[in-house]
Every structure is written in C-alpha cells, then in structure tokens.
C-alpha cells in the first residue's frame, strides 16, 4: 500500500524552465491538495481538488497550474520557474477534507 | 492576527520532561482541530485530533478552548524520540474545508 507518491523526489530547474510535479495516490481519496513548505513560512496551499475533474485556487496559486483529470493522480506544473518558486512541495488527499496523508515531498531549487 | 499562530521555539528539554505547547487560530467558525509531527526533511503526519472535552493518547494530551480559541499539546515524559517540530493545523471552515498549518515549533529532547 503505497499511500501518496510524489515524483520526482528532487529537482534543479533553470529559470524559465518548465516542470510538472506528480502526485499518485492509491487510497481512492477524493480530495487532494498541493502545498509548499518554506523555511519560516510554514506549509502554504497553492491548489486544491475535492474531486476528479475540479482544482481550485489556494493561499499562494499564482505561477502554479494544476489538473486532476484522473481521481488518483494530481499534477502540479510550473509553466516559468523563477528563483521564488524553490521550496519542498507536499501533496496530500484525504477522505473527508480533514484528516490529510501526505507524500514525501518534492524538493525543488531553481537557480 | 495569524490564522493559525504557535510558541516561537525551539524548545530544549532533557528527557523525561513534561513540555507544553500552544496554539490560538483566528477563525472563530473553525470545527475541527489537530497536530501533525514533522521530523527533519520528512512529511507531516497526523499526531493526534483535538476534541472539546480533550483526549488523551499514551504520553501525549492535547485540549481545545473554543472561547479562548486556544489549542495545547502536552507531552510527558519527553523521550529522545519525540525530538521533531509539532504543527497546530486547523481547518479553515469556509467553502470546502481545507487545512491551515501553524508554522510550527521545533523539539529538541537531550540525554
């Protein structure tokens, strides 16, 4: 039971460049969330789903887009990195909106 | 004031210390109540729910004062083990409920 599953794991991006983030769960979990951790700043929400097919907008969406068009898997793009966008991104779903599990994480540097 | 705000740290016990965290959120309407742990460069993960009348797991009792919007955590008996930063969470309570995290605050237990 693999849970919540984010690929990749690390990453070094130029800026400008491009990146999809994945994030795959197996639990049939209806919601799903993106957040970005930075230091003395705390987990933010960029986006969230409550189901296949909706993404809504979170605390810090902008330069983020995101898509849910299958019910497992929940996909965060970066359509032009910039140096503020180098943070450890979580993903996490949820049954019921509340009690969240999350993926390992992303760490993500743009030089 | 902060949505969801928590004692700056970090906090440095010897084990077998009794240490006691604090958490006040702002949104009145919020229901629902948890910490997460985080331990160095990994994910969070649910610790405990906090329920009105309190509850109690092993070494851990968490409290939640409505009218005070004051949320606790209590730890006795502090073990090496426990050294990690604990995170107050709330749910936002406003459309669909999603999850606002304190920043947190470090734990440091020493031999």
């Known amino acids: 039971n693999a849970g919540v599953t984010q690929t990749p794991k690390f990453r070094v991006l130029k800026t400008g460049q491009s990146m999809t983030l994945l994030c795959a769960q197996d639990?049939?979990?209806?919601?799903m969330y993106w957040y970005r951790q930075d230091p003395g700043m705390g987990l933010r929400l960029i986006h969230y789903?409550?189901?296949?097919?909706?993404?809504a907008k979170g605390e810090v969406p902008d330069g983020y887009n995101v898509s849910r068009l299958k019910k497992q898997n929940f996909l965060l793009g970066l359509e032009s990195a910039a140096p503020s966008q180098t943070s450890v991104y979580f993903c996490?779903?949820?049954?019921?909106?509340?009690?969240?599990?999350f993926g390992s994480g992303t760490r993500l540097t743009v030089v | 004031r902060k949505e969801v705000e928590q004692d700056p740290g970090p906090f440095n016990v010897p084990e077998g210390a009794t240490v006691a965290f604090n958490c006040t959120y702002s949104?009145?309407?919020?229901?629902?109540f948890f910490w997460y742990r985080q331990d160095c460069r990994k994910e969070p993960k649910l610790l405990m729910s906090?329920?009105?009348s309190g509850n109690e797991d092993g070494r851990f009792t968490a409290q939640l004062n409505r009218a005070s919007q004051y949320i606790s955590l209590l730890i006795r008996d502090s073990k090496l083990s426990d050294s990690a930063t604990y995170l107050c969470?709330?749910?936002?309570?406003?459309?669909?409920?999603?999850?606002?995290f304190g920043k947190g605050t470090m734990l440091l237990v020493s031999p």
């Open positions: 639990m049939n979990h209806e919601y």
């Open positions: 789903s409550v189901g296949e097919g909706t993404t």
């Open positions: 906090v329920y009105s």
């Open positions: 949104n009145s309407a919020s229901q629902s």
């Open positions: 969470v709330v749910n936002k309570a406003s459309g669909y409920s999603t999850l606002t």
């Open positions: 996490a779903s949820s049954v019921t909106g509340l009690g969240y599990t």
